[in-house]
């Protein structure tokens, strides 16, 4: 609550003519009779021929009172109103207030503060209030309609009306004979006593049903009880087998846990393996990968010794001493490129078996046989390695040893 809206609220109200004059510390603590009084003038105001009781003496005649207020203003005026902030009859129930008295001083406003003449008075009682009368509607439809039905049918029966009234004259004239009527009785009569000995034989019938069940009923509950007897008799006694039964299920337990170790130890077995090949396969990879690279640096080295030759061949002014420096180079890249060849056959050929300890035994002497001839094999390599050598420093040296030819003289010299 504003002080502003609380100052408009009391300046509306003295505009539109409330009698008891408002205070803004009317408002500062509930007042419920305030509040029914204001809202009470308000609705008198806006529809003079409202019917809403007065009553606010108990909670349930407030409640009654604030929801018949809201749904007034809701259906007339179309303002929707808290009721609860009503209900709290405080600060907060003045905005509530304050929209219907809007409503009420903008139309004073508009059409001026003149009373209004009986004529209008009149017309506002034949005002029809279809928004509080939807049930009533509703049913006045549900009338109508059998109204119409009814119509229709009655019209139907009214135009048979002429042969009905020519047969309803001849019955009433026709004289009444005694001995047909006592016949009519008669039948009547017997088909009553039918329908009783029926009823009466049903009736036996159901006794008779009755006792059967009855007979039933105690047959099953004997029944029952000698089996709940033979049922504890059996849950007493222990069985022959059950002794067997309980060694097997240990022996079960037993091989069950076995079963378990031996499944773990398998698993573990199985994963130790997969890691094993796998690093076997990574070791694997791994010397393909460095053989590559030394094939690669190979081939870079042949390329770049063939690039040094071309370039050696156009020299022309190098000494003799840088050509026996070119043949050691050369003796150390054709080493360089048979050691991986002889890794290699190594790999490739049997392994060479021996023993630290001497002896003049055989097998040591074909041993030592077998080393001596791999140290001549080396060395014959290593004399065909410095062979080729020496085959390709001379005709590096004719090439080096080669002099331009001097030019003829000419005339023409710069």
Not at 207 to 222: F, G
Request: aromatic share 6%; glycine share 4%; proline share 3%.
């Amino acid at each position: 609550m504003s002080f502003r809206d609380l100052r408009n609220f009391t300046e509306m109200m003295r505009a539109l003519g409330y009698p008891r004059l408002i205070s803004m510390e009317n408002f500062h603590t509930p007042n419920f009779m305030l509040v029914s009084e204001v809202l009470l003038w308000l609705v008198k105001r806006y529809e003079p021929q409202t019917d809403i009781p007065p009553d606010v003496e108990t909670e349930q005649d407030r409640v009654f009172f604030i929801k018949a207020v809201a749904q007034f203003m809701a259906t007339k005026a179309h303002i929707k109103l808290n009721t609860k902030k009503l209900y709290q009859a405080d600060g907060y129930a003045v905005k509530e207030l304050l929209k219907i008295t809007s409503v009420l001083y903008g139309a004073m406003n508009t059409k001026g503060v003149e009373c209004t003449d009986p004529s209008e008075e009149d017309t506002s009682k034949f005002k029809f209030d279809l928004g509080s009368k939807i049930a009533d509607l509703k049913a006045a439809r549900q009338l109508a309609s059998e109204i119409t039905s009814k119509g229709a049918t009655l019209y139907d029966l009214l135009g048979k009306e002429v042969e009905l009234r020519e047969a309803r004259t001849e019955s009433i004239a026709r004289p009444l004979e005694i001995n047909e009527a006592e016949k009519m009785m008669k039948v009547a009569i017997d088909c009553v006593l039918e329908q009783v000995q029926k009823t009466k034989d049903m009736l036996n019938n159901v006794a008779l049903d009755e006792a059967n069940l009855e007979a039933k009923i105690e047959k099953r509950k004997l029944e029952l009880e000698r089996s709940q007897k033979r049922l504890q008799t059996l849950q007493s006694v222990r069985p022959a087998f059950m002794d067997e039964y309980e060694k097997i299920e240990e022996q079960l337990q037993k091989q069950y846990s076995i079963y378990l170790e031996k499944f773990r130890n398998l698993t573990y077995m199985e994963q130790l393996l997969d890691d094993h090949r796998r690093t076997e396969q990574e070791m694997f990879e791994e010397t393909a990968n460095m053989l590559r690279l030394m094939q690669s640096r190979l081939k870079e080295e042949e390329q770049h010794l063939l690039k040094s030759g071309n370039n050696d061949d156009s020299d022309v002014e190098i000494q003799e001493d840088e050509g026996s420096d070119s043949e050691v180079e050369d003796r150390q890249i054709t080493k360089q490129r048979a050691a991986p060849e002889t890794l290699l056959q190594g790999r490739a050929g049997p392994r060479i078996v021996g023993t630290m300890q001497g002896g003049d035994t055989e097998e040591d002497e074909d041993s030592g046989d077998s080393e001596i001839d791999l140290d001549e094999d080396e060395d014959d390599e290593e004399e065909d390695m410095e062979d080729d050598s020496m085959e390709i420093s001379p005709s590096k040296s004719s090439h080096r040893a080669r002099k331009p030819e001097p030019l003829e003289e000419s005339d023409n010299d710069f």
